[in-house]
């Protein structure tokens, strides 16, 4: 048995607490930093980073598949799954390693096994207590599913996903938000037959509605199937495949249904009750500088209420590091973060949806411009459609940007500036863009609302 006392105790090493535990020791504090698996967290092992280094694999299938049009003569002769994984792996492992020499550097005690939250001060982790002047629960998700659909045999879930080491014929995805259409992306890319069922009308269902209609487009036009509206009922599996039905009777058929319904907080068992920290179906409230209701304790990243993005686990946790050193950081709101989803077409969106400006600024209180990508020279080389929607308050600040083509993602710098920074049309028009980039469709789009269009009428 071992005690273990520092100025900050973080159960949890995902993109939450590895930030909050690097900010802190960059601020003088000592941290001990509690993982039961490794460090890096959902985001990396199994999450962010081994999704899009597929997604990569399924755009250079996608790039070889189309070569013809561009003059090359190339050919798809299949896809070596198990080597795709090796790919990947490859990636993980080394930013893995990367990450872990950077905690070692900054001298970060790094205490592995299961935490459990025994005292707003103390975590017990097997036979050993740590003891912190303050602790940040950053425990993060796990993939959640529906009442009575139970994972196992061919119903698997994005981290079961993931372990194939063969391209299934077809699939049934269950759940049309990003985690569902990006691994839609993927296996249409490498030659599945996809199918997804989502509840709500639209896929994507989070992003502006324009946005999300757009999207089915081209889903459509991939051959990439879905049902909408209807809600799933339930679903048989034998030896050759899985039935899933709807409640208004429809069937679909396949080799796999992936569960991708979203996330759910990782705390139960954990002692965050017995303690006395408030919960919210599992979730942990906290208040715009990210305390719970006990003093000195903080929650961050995927088990706060709110968007569950790696990104703003991270900033989470920079904040309260920061906020423990006294540096009053700002507070950081869910609508101005960025959010990308990395199928083809990405999809990247920041600030208000225009539903959400005509709630907040009624219909005669905001203007809309949508700059189609047509009229940008390198959306047409790289054979990409979309556009960029940019909404602005009457006379007054950016509101949202909310952008749909093939690496839109890479855009979103940009945009969040100009939203979080309240700025004008009128000031962001004169900035020069890169010719011929896509960025200068966001320049486009930004002149033509400030009133003063160029390429577009």
């Known amino acids: 048995m071992t005690d273990h006392t520092f100025d900050l105790v973080i159960l949890g090493a995902g993109s939450g607490g590895y930030a909050a535990a690097l900010r802190a020791s ?21 999450g962010c980073i081994p999704t ?39 990636i993980v492992s080394s930013k893995h390693k990367g990450l872990q020499g950077l ?60 372990q194939l080491d063969y391209v299934p014929q077809s699939v049934i995805v269950l759940g049309g938000g990003v985690i569902g259409v990006e691994f839609a992306s993927v296996w249409r890319s490498f030659g599945s037959e996809v199918t997804i069922v989502e509840g ?23 051959g990439i199937n879905f049902s909408l ?22 069937t679909f058929e396949a080799d796999l249904l992936l569960v991708a319904v979203g996330r759910g907080p990782r705390t139960d068992g954990m002692g965050f009750d017995t303690v006395g920290v408030t919960m919210d179906r599992g979730f942990v409230p906290t208040d715009e500088r990210l305390r719970t209701n ?21 900033q989470h946790g920079i904040f309260v590091a920061e906020e423990l050193a006294g540096l009053n950081p700002q507070v950081i709101n869910d609508d101005h973060i960025p959010k990308v989803t990395y199928s083809e077409p990405e999809v990247a969106s920041v600030g208000l949806s225009e539903s959400k400006a005509v709630e907040a600024y009624g219909q ?58 309240d700025a004008y049309p009128e000031d962001v028009a004169p900035l020069l863009h890169a010719h011929p980039t896509q960025n200068e469709a966001l320049g486009e789009a930004f002149l033509a609302i400030a009133g003063k269009p160029l390429h577009a009428l």
């Open 364 to 421: 005669d209180g905001i203007a809309i411009y949508d700059y189609n990508l047509a009229g940008n020279g390198k959306s047409h080389i790289l054979e990409t459609a979309g556009s960029i929607k940019v909404i602005r308050q009457v006379d007054g600040p950016i509101l949202g940007v909310h952008m749909i083509g093939a690496r839109v993602g890479e855009l979103i710098g940009e945009a969040q500036v100009a939203v979080n920074w």
């Open 26 to 46: 960059q601020l003088g504090m000592s941290v001990g930093l509690i993982e039961k698996d490794k460090v890096g967290g959902t985001c990396l092992h199994v």
């Open 294 to 314: 006990v003093p000195g304790v903080y929650a961050v990243g995927d088990i706060v209420p709110g968007l569950q993005l790696a990104h703003r686990g991270f």
């Open 200 to 222: 709500l009308d639209h896929l994507v269902p989070a992003e502006d509605e324009s946005v999300s209609k757009q999207f089915e487009r081209a889903y459509r036009k991939r």
């Open 229 to 250: 509206g209807v809600r799933f009922q339930s679903v048989t599996q034998t030896d050759q495949g899985v039935t899933v039905t709807l409640e208004d009777g429809q």
């Open 103 to 162: 905690i070692k550097a900054r001298g970060i005690t790094t205490i592995e096994g299961e935490g459990t939250l025994i005292s707003p001060t103390t975590v017990q982790v097997g036979s050993d207590t740590v003891t912190g002047t303050n602790v940040i629960l950053a425990t993060g998700s796990y993939p959640r599913t529906l009442p009575g659909l139970e994972i196992g045999g061919r119903v698997i879930t994005s981290e079961q996903a993931l």
């Open 52 to 90: 899009k280094a597929l997604l990569h694999a399924a755009e250079v299938a996608d790039s070889a598949r189309h070569s013809e049009m561009f003059g090359v003569k190339a050919s798809l002769e299949g896809i070596d799954l198990p080597a795709v994984n090796t790919y990947r792996d490859g």
